[in-house]
């Protein structure tokens, strides 16, 4: 399959760059005779938009959702959905004067090294993390429809550098949780943590540096017996479709990475009979036996890198001149992309569960209300 | 694309159950004209099979593979291969009896959710670690193929339990590494870890307990600007494709989940040009920038939870009686699986890299010698 | 796969509908650093479009390209190339008056039992015909890559209805070809015969009637040995490709249906050394055997039925009423759509070929001029 | 997608070689809890193997299925399914003979120029029609599970050189139709037609040629609504599996190549109201209408040329002394391949259509009984 599509049955094609004209993802298999909240597309949007905060990158998109096709009365038809937001302030000029200069753990290396010197540079063209955009409107769509069927996905940054939230939060919460995110800037639960969070960024920001992050991510109500066996694994799938967000260097699923170092006897998850309902006591499976679902919240935290684009004074190349240079980059970036990944960890997570939901007719093609 | 089908153009199916006739791989999609070295598969599986040591499953099966389609003249023809192993040591008798519990952590209850009464649940039937024998076989074919573009695929243990050997190992000498892994019953590359692992696995197993680890893979020689951009990203497919494999909780390329906590001024890799190359002076990207190949060695960790199958006395469910329990298992299973794991990550990821290979040109579909 | 995406590394994504905002086309996979003639791609879709003369639908259509992604000084840039034209000229008045109506041989009833009520019945929505001019978008640049390898397509109109035109051309003239196919409205290339079958259309439309014909596409210049055996077969992958225009109702390869009264003395087309070259004296094979070319012209022919939408009042039911009734529809169609499937045929074509050479490496990712 | 694998959800993944250990195919997708009858699926397979009779080839072969995996209890258990058959009456003396002698409308110049010279020539390898007998195997679970919910898939001889039996046959009553094909040693469904094709094809044989056929192929039951639309129309997947078969040339749904000289007002089907259930007078549209089933049986027709292998001398090249030559190959072949292919043809469209059942959800991935 192409390397701008993704899923089986429920698919995401993604289009655009940060430069060019628009950027846009073409949505094919969602069932037919969904109302779309429109609103609520443009609300996860606004989650990634930039220029939200003085935390963001001062680019100013309005990123204002537009659907071109696959609806119809107001309904789903079954058709592909294509969406689209138009890129508004562009400014490439930065991009021209510093062509031949490779940028530490930036992607210009590497497109030139696959493509030639063809690829769009502008922006980062197609590896911005603005393609993500396209991401969250397919997302969701996703989230709308799993709504449905009573299925939540809920983020939230739970470090930012060094400062941690650690706290393990009842996901059976989902309205009151999204407050707590609300009250956040940077997008965490807990006050306290967020500001520190807040003082961190600007810090980081003021020496023209970057940091990274921890997004965790709990996906309730997600029936048992869902996924598939081997490469279907809903760990695979997750995994594929979180990393092909830009800046994520690891993902971890239940206990994760703390799993390598307990006993069989800590990390087994016991099975109890509560309320007539099959349930664990604890979740250190993350909500996934053998790659299927076991009923419990599927949880997983993802690793985001800092910003490889800094002020800072750094040595590299100059590839036209082939010599060793020192440079700085000014430009317009994020200093903390975290809050920013946050609906597009969901909108991913979305896409690949509603994949797996209709590969198992679990999801019916035409919706039943 | 099926449950048990992996890649695009370079492809393996994988079938067989642990308590079955047998286990086995079809590989698709080899370039033809390629002659196999049996040898070096069956070295690749034995380096799997159970029973090598006190420290693995006292399960005895020689894994003696066969290739039973795709070779003519000693040479792939470009059909596809079909390797099996048959199952000679089945004891089914344990599973009868515990039919009705749930396993704490193991995957008896999400296959009964997803394939309700009718899977195999002897031995764990398709679940079984022991399918990761044909990926073992499909990877030592993929990693011959590599090796005459001097692609090395190498992975050792990295921890056991606490025990964590932190040193970044020089993997430009291929051959010493392997050395030093074959000195070490748990296959990690200091002697005096080694034996510290070797104790404390002991140790677990004395308390019929299990215990987790971590596994390192880095990838030489693989030549920059190959793989794909957003969902072919190399880390997606290789994720996609690790996490296939049971036991697996997380994955992290490069400084991975360190990256959170880092700024960009430290994680950014400066290049350098160096002997007329270009180069990054550290690796904390883990070779891959954009999801595409930089030419730097390509590391990634995995996190291996402990063996659910543990002999000491758990919590859980008889679905049955729909009763609350307590149990004791029995049954032949391996305290820690990571040194067994070895052999399949590097498998995983030699076959996600050949299959990049291939999609790219840079490996043709006949072999020029 | 999505139903409205095809391919493995040279992809296309199919949007839109026939009276919504647009049609579209996503191709994905072009190599990197390739000039776009856009006159050309304009060129292809005016073959196509609606109102070129007295025998086509009049719905005026300006069907006007635009690329709005994947395009970067003028080259590709190895990114998804989003192609759109506007729909403009749209009278949705005549469906709603009609919506309980079943129309004979017409999709409104399958898409109601596929998609309930849902699905968009304007002018046929998703299954309109002029969802082709996507498919042409496509086309256009796969043909232009293929044209730098002096690989050519060409299709013709060889029967409207019983006017039949048997001889056979000789395709290493592809230049005189198109020039003939111009002198004729409905692209035939026999002179006299055009002037039949335009007088047969005429007769046709003059009785609210419709009429079908053939539509013969030659390949030249494709080199031996490519394409795949078993489920990649080229007869395989053009024949999936070329079901999905609407109206088409067989195909055949060579002989084709002749191929079913013939000896294997008669059919067998006999190798022959000529000018150092290896080739058959005739092309029965129509340039594909085991599923492989073999360096001759390939050579395929498909039916088209005549347009389900005609004046003459029909047999048919209504769904709201469920009662068997009699109908005129009148509404803007094509008497005969054989002439504007054929830039449709050449397009799925050379989508198709040119997937099958980036699969084999014969086209490389990224263009060497 | 590898060449060797097809479909969506349920997946099939053919192995083996004319003269190696084994032909083979793996199931994959296949809903848990079926029962299998596998004297069934040797029914089917006796229907294809070679030796039936004196109009077929003297190779002699069992063609006995043996299952390695998938099956539990006597059910399916939802994990791939392997089967198998031995070669065992290889004979391949011949084929080093002729090794550098290209034969007429024969794969071995195809494969020779995609695989180099490392393919696997005796008795053409992986192209040989024995690979079919795989295609048997999951066409015979394919259609177990089709008439478990009243569809059923049944194909005739249709003609054999220019004896061809026009008449249409009510394909309602599936056993009758049953017992007239296998009265028929060459599965046509009238006597003296049969008669007539017996005394054509020892003809043919007689004078060391060979003769082609139509096969024709009737789904009933087959409900409405399914399939795809656009690039997974049910004519675009049929025909892609139906051109796996070797030796087939070209294929028509409904009126087929009749429609191309059809006005719309004959070749429209009118809709009609009968015993309550919405239906067509006739069914020119083969049951198929814009990719999707409208609940009309589905028919096609397939064009088998007459076997490339034939003894009467012929013009060819011998590529190793480069020369034009004349040869009379001798070996084991059919002189009409017609009634074997019967089976396979039923097979690859039973899996096709499974496969459309899935992915629409009405077939169910654990079966109620």
Known sequence: MGDNTLGTLFTITSIGESHGDLIGIIVD????????DLELIQQELDMRKPGQSSLTTPRMEEDKVKIVSGIFNKKTTGAP????????????????????????????????????????????????????????????????????????????????GNIIDEEVYNTSDYESLLELRENSLVRTLNQEKSKLMEILINEVKAHKDSIGGLVKCIVSGFPAGKG??????????????????????????GAGFKASSMKGSEHNDPWILKDGKIQTIKNDSGGIIGGISIGMPIEF??????????????????????????????????????????PVVEAMTSVVLLDCLLIDGFVPRVFKS
């Open 29 to 36: 298999g969602t069932p037919a005779g969904i109302e779309l």
């Open 81 to 160: 959905i294509c969406l689209t937001i138009e890129n508004k302030d562009v400014d490439s000029s930065k991009y021209e004067e510093f062509k031949g200069v490779l940028r530490p753990s930036h992607v210009n290396y590497s497109a030139l090294m696959k493509y030639g010197q063809y690829y769009d540079y502008r922006g980062s063209g197609r590896f911005s993390g603005r393609i993500t955009a396209g991401f969250v409107m397919a997302g969701a769509i996703a989230k709308q429809i799993l709504k449905k069927y009573n299925i939540t996905i809920f983020a939230y940054t739970k470090s930012i």
């Open 228 to 253: 598939g066996p081997i490469f279907n694994s809903i760990e695979s799938n997750i995994s594929k479709a979180i990393f092909s967000i830009p800046a994520i260097k690891g993902i971890e699923f």
């Open 301 to 342: 935290t993802v690793a985001v890198k800092p910003t490889a684009s800094i002020g800072i004074s750094q040595k590299t190349v100059n590839i036209d001149t082939m010599e060793n240079i020192k440079i700085e980059f000014s430009g317009r970036h994020d200093p903390c992309i975290v809050p920013r990944v946050i």
